[in-house]
Each structure stands twice: as C-alpha cells, then as structure tokens.
Nanobody
Framework: QVQLVESGGGLVQPGGSLRLSCAGS????????MNWYRQTPGKEHDLVAT??????????NYADSVKGRFTISRDDAKNTVYLQMNNLKPEDTAVYYC????????????WGQGTQVTVSL
C-alpha cells in the first residue's frame, strides 16, 4: 500500500520559515518525480515546486510566486521529500500536499493527505 505523509505545517508569522516533509512508503521512491502543491478554499491545486527523479538528474522547478523563497529537495535513502519555505507571506497560507508521479508512466501517481500552513500575525 502506497502512503505519502506530510508533516511540518503550522502557524508562522510573515517573514518566518517552515520546513515541510513528505515521507513515502510502499514505493521505490527514487523512481518518482515529487511535487508540492497547495490549495486554498474554493480553488484548484496550484503546483508549487517539483523535483525530478534522481535517476534522470533530479532537476527542480518552482512557481514564479515562490522562486527564491522555497527550496525543494529529496533524500531517497529516507524516502522523503522536503519543502523549505523562507520569507513566508500571508498569501502562502494554504493546505500543502505532496504527490509522487512515476517517471515511467505519469498516470501512476499518489497524493498525501495535506498539511496546513498558516502565515499570519
């Protein structure tokens, strides 16, 4: 059974930092591209950051709104992907989800349950 479990969310003041983690089980983690999405009420999931499988170079990409503030990384030995979020802004408030997409077939993907991030005074 495949499971992705996010952690690390919480309440933080503007300008603060958080590090989200997503731990996977039941998959060969290194064969998956990993993504972080976020969702606010009434809106679609927005892609925040992606990191390719290390087997194909592990390149990263970011939404324009988070470039220079967020960093995605992965530790395949620990089956974990991270999202370091710095200089947080109120508009970063959302539920953050990780997803895993199999590099050989993008229709094979999995989602975590999400973790709430709230940026407020």
């Amino acid at each position: 059974q495949v499971q992705l479990v996010e952690s690390g969310g919480g309440l933080v003041q503007p300008g603060g930092s958080l590090r989200l983690s997503c731990a996977g089980s039941g998959v060969t983690f290194s064969s998956y591209a990993m993504n972080w999405y976020r969702q606010t009420p009434g809106k679609e999931h927005d892609l925040v950051a992606t990191i390719a499988s290390a087997q194909v170079g592990g390149s990263t990409n970011y939404a324009d709104s988070v470039k220079g503030r967020f960093t995605i990384s992965r530790d395949d030995a620990k089956n974990t992907v991270y999202l370091q979020m710095n200089n947080l802004k109120p508009e970063d408030t959302a539920v953050y989800y990780c997803s895993a997409v199999w590099r050989w077939n993008p229709s094979r993907y999995y989602w975590g349950q999400g973790t709430q991030v709230t940026v407020s005074l």
